[in-house]
């Protein structure tokens, strides 16, 4: 495993943090939930000529072993990403199944790639993060060989998603210090704007720039649920700092505001996402 020093900006503290170990405590329950939009995302690496593949934010690894599963000894997929507890665990994952992907811990901003070494960049998930995005995706450019083709996941608005808005919605009067979301800032939402996605890409050096809203089912177990909502998001961040009176009011008031998407032993919802695509023209 590969490791590059990294500065001490926010999303970086954030994900080696907290919000980093519970995503690798919940990594089959989040691979579950979102195995359709990686399938997507496979299907794309299929249909194109790539043997190099570069995987951007690729958390604990499940799209990139993906991808190097279906490439075998033809190819090679590579994941990055700012969260060592997530690459640990990647890296974990791929020798434990013995499947030739390699991972990199550093920030796909700034992270010196060699250049024009990449035939497809792809990401679920992974590309909203950055504090600088006309830089990072001017970087992944960079690393792109000529006619390399890109291709993400991003959440589309959070009222276009109420699922993923639902606990801290429910929450906010039982705890006042919940953090807002900022429209704009790096983070789940932050490519909700088309418009802001296309002057991103254009700004960077990207063409053929194609964005196309997709709504997909997903689905998680309903006994998992409790789990879901009190370790990720904004409350899954400050629920600890709650008593246990509150805590258990909270849970209780969350989990009754959930029961819409609950159907017997399945919790259904709609992500709400732009499949994004560009090219890397020569100039």
Not at 112 to 125: G, K, L, Q, V, Y
Not at 200 to 210: C, F, H, N, Q, V
Request: include cysteine; hydrophobic fraction near 45%.
């Amino acid at each position: 495993m590969n490791a590059t020093r990294q500065t001490d900006d926010g999303q970086t503290t954030l994900w080696n943090g907290p919000a980093g170990r519970a995503w690798v405590e919940a990594q089959e329950l989040l691979d579950q939930m979102f195995k359709p939009l990686e399938d997507l995302l496979v299907e794309a690496v299929f249909a194109g000529s790539g043997s190099r593949v570069l995987d951007v934010g690729c958390g604990t690894g499940s799209t990139t072993l993906a991808v190097a599963r279906l490439l075998g000894a033809k190819g090679h997929c590579s994941g990055i990403d700012i969260s060592e507890p997530m690459i640990t665990a990647a890296q974990a994952r791929a020798e434990r199944e013995g499947t030739p992907a390699s991972f990199i811990r550093a920030n796909a901003q700034n992270h010196a790639f060699e250049p024009a070494s990449f035939d497809m960049i792809i990401s679920r998930f992974g590309v909203m993060f950055f504090d600088d995005s006309v830089r990072a995706f001017a970087n992944l450019r960079r690393a792109a060989k000529d006619d390399a083709e890109l291709r993400f996941v991003a959440w589309r608005s959070p009222s276009e998603n109420p699922f993923m808005t639902t606990a801290e919605r429910a929450a906010a009067p039982l705890l006042p210090n919940l953090p807002a979301r900022k429209p704009d800032a790096p983070g789940q939402f932050a490519f909700a704007d088309q418009r802001r996605v296309y002057r991103i890409l254009e700004e960077s050096g990207w063409a053929g720039i194609d964005i196309r809203p997709i709504d997909v089912a997903c689905t998680l177990p309903e006994k998992e649920l409790v789990r879901y909502l009190t370790r990720l998001g904004p409350l899954g961040l400050i629920l600890h700092e709650a008593d246990d009176r509150t805590r258990t009011r909270v849970i209780e008031t969350v989990r009754a505001a959930f029961e819409p998407y609950v159907h017997g032993a399945e919790v259904r919802f709609t992500a709400a996402c732009w499949m994004v695509g560009a090219r890397a023209l020569s100039v």
